[in-house]
């Protein structure tokens, strides 16, 4: 008897070993020991410096009112931002690039702090914020976070979420295969990231999911997806059940089960789809490539197509509901300095298109490239190239 027990207690202690050396736990590291694919030499440190910005404002011939800006550069070659976000008035992040750069300020933008977290050329796309935690993805395997904004970075590497996903035995993917993560948005706890990686020389779609506001990962299989997809490039998260995404293809699925299955709501081999914005599971908008903008009150069941009297090669690259009547939407150049103004207003039950954002001061340059566009209270941070404006929008 005593032989046959600890026989059982000895394979159970067997299997429960080769459990634990199978389940893979992958969690944050500080910065300073991760290395990222494009680290060479494998010592890459953050690098951070202090900088003082000198306040500027100029008017708003759009609206009449006055426009602050919050951040500038004089230089932006390898040098610029994509994505903005604010915690609240005093506490902000802006990211970018080249070399995964990162902004934060806690006094308004007076005053900046810059880590720079690579000497390459990636660059983040997306930066989300709740509280004191900041989440930054973009041109790397690695999720960044920081829970006290900014003051300690740590980095959760997918690499190893994504060689499951894929069945690959290699601990590394393949440099010039890694993923680019495009957009990180969360409702409540749940966050979702969404890109795309290279498997082969196609890229294919990617989703990342957090059901515990971002303490861990999961890839989602994104099963009814187009077998042609690319890439995703936005994300709008409605619930925690309620997601609607867009791709590089210009198509739009739905998924009412928190991503795994998909149904697609729209599609467009015309023009790519950069942004999606929803404030209900029926009410949104889709924009991007080719002035396209449509609207849907039916969860993507219709939609109707807003006709834009712009130059159509313009691209539209960031939509934010105000309220449940009005949404503003950001427009590029494909060339260099914008011609048209930087900001619009569209009325969700008209439909009429006028400026919100407009200039005649000449020291003022709108970059052709604004990406980043924020929503909080009744204040509006748009983000192009270079600069960071903040507009105050009292009506609201």
Same mark, same amino acid.
């Given at each position: 008897?005593?032989? =046959?027990?600890?026989?059982? !207690?000895?394979?159970?202690? !067997?299997?429960?070993?080769?459990c634990a050396e199978n389940k893979q736990v992958i969690t944050y590291l500080p910065v300073q020991e991760t290395t990222d694919t494009y680290d060479l030499d494998g010592n890459e440190m953050m690098v951070i410096k202090n900088i003082k910005m000198s306040p500027k404002k100029f008017i708003n011939t759009a609206t009449n009112d006055t426009v602050n800006i919050l951040h500038h550069l004089d230089k932006t070659g390898f040098h610029f931002y994509n994505a903005v976000a604010f915690s609240d008035e005093k506490k902000g992040v802006i990211v970018g690039g080249a070399g995964l750069r990162i902004r934060t =300020?806690?006094?308004?933008g007076l005053h900046w702090q810059e880590n720079k977290f690579s000497k390459f050329a990636n660059t983040f796309y997306s930066v989300a914020v709740?509280?004191?935690? !900041?989440f930054a993805v973009g041109n790397s395997e690695n999720i960044y976070r920081s829970t006290n904004f900014g003051k300690q970075w740590e980095a959760f590497n997918t690499d190893a979420l994504l060689n499951k996903y894929l069945n690959t035995?290699? =601990?590394k993917i393949i440099k010039k295969y890694h993923p680019r993560y495009y957009k990180i948005k969360f409702y409540?706890? =749940?966050g979702i990231i969404v890109g795309d990686y290279h498997k082969t020389k196609k890229a294919k779609p990617i989703l990342l999911k957090t059901s515990d506001a971002g303490k861990t990962w999961q890839i989602l299989k994104p099963t009814g997806l187009l077998a042609f997809e690319t890439g995703i490039s936005d994300v709008a998260v409605v619930s925690e059940k309620v997601l609607y995404i867009v791709t590089l293809k210009g198509n739009c699925y739905k998924s009412i089960d928190g991503g795994n299955t998909w149904d697609l709501r729209y599609k467009n081999i015309q023009a790519?789809? @950069?942004? !999606?914005?929803?404030? @209900?599971? @029926?009410e949104g908008f889709i924009a991007g490539m080719n002035t396209t903008l449509l609207y849907t009150n039916d969860g993507g069941k219709k939609w109707i197509s807003i006709p834009l009297k712009l130059d159509k090669y313009l691209n539209l690259t960031n939509i934010q509901f105000l309220n449940n009547k009005e949404a503003v939407f950001t427009v590029a150049s494909q060339n260099g300095e914008l011609k048209a103004d930087l900001l619009y207003q569209v009325d969700t039950k008209t439909k009429t298109i006028k400026s919100m954002f407009g200039k005649k001061d000449t020291t003022v340059v709108f970059k052709g490239e604004p990406y980043g566009l924020f929503f909080l209270n009744n204040k509006l941070y748009i983000l192009d190239r270079n600069s960071l404006y903040k507009i105050y929008l009292d009506y609201i």
């Open positions: 008897m005593k032989k =046959t027990t600890f026989l059982f !207690i000895f394979l159970v202690l !067997i299997l429960l070993a080769s =300020t806690k006094d308004g709740k509280d004191d935690t !900041i035995k290699e =601990t409540k706890h =749940t790519p789809l @950069n942004t !999606i914005q929803f404030i @209900n599971e @029926n």
